[in-house]
Nanobody
Framework: QVLLVQSGGGLVQAGGSLRLSCTAS??????VGWFRQAAGKEREFVAA????????YYADSVKERFTVSSDSAKNTVSLQMNSLKPEDTAIYYC???????????????????WGQGTQVTVSS
């Protein structure tokens, strides 16, 4: 019965920044993962954060550029994306580990509920 609502995204020039948000009631109770799927590509892991603002994890392709964080007061987990590259262009999804899966944070099957997705487009 948990609903994840995503916001943010849009069109940005290479080198620019965007901030994505994933909002749900009591979202700090759940681990949250970010995944993306580019046109013609398979879904890939981007970043994740453990419940209660714990440990964070990043794909090699985005580390040192993207930051995932939580704000319990706003019931929001955010993905700050800096130094964006054209290859970051994709639909981005957040997923919540509602049932405390034993799966790893980089595995999509660890997440039980997904947001609606938001388009990120980075121009050359």
């Amino acid at each position: 019965q948990v609903l994840l609502v995503q916001s943010g995204g849009g069109l940005v020039q290479a080198g620019g920044s965007l901030r994505l948000s994933c909002t749900a009631s009591l979202v700090s109770m759940y681990g949250v993962g970010w995944f993306r799927q580019a046109a013609g590509k398979e879904r890939e892991f981007v970043a994740a954060i453990r419940r209660s603002g714990g440990a964070t994890y990043y794909a090699d392709s985005v580390k040192e550029r993207f930051t995932v964080s939580s704000d319990s007061a706003k019931n929001t987990v955010s993905l700050q994306m800096n130094s964006l590259k054209p290859e970051d262009t994709a639909i981005y999804y957040c997923g919540a580990d509602i049932y405390y899966s034993d799966g790893g944070p980089r595995e999509a099957q660890s997440y039980d509920v997904w947001g609606q997705g938001t388009q990120v487009t980075v121009s050359s």
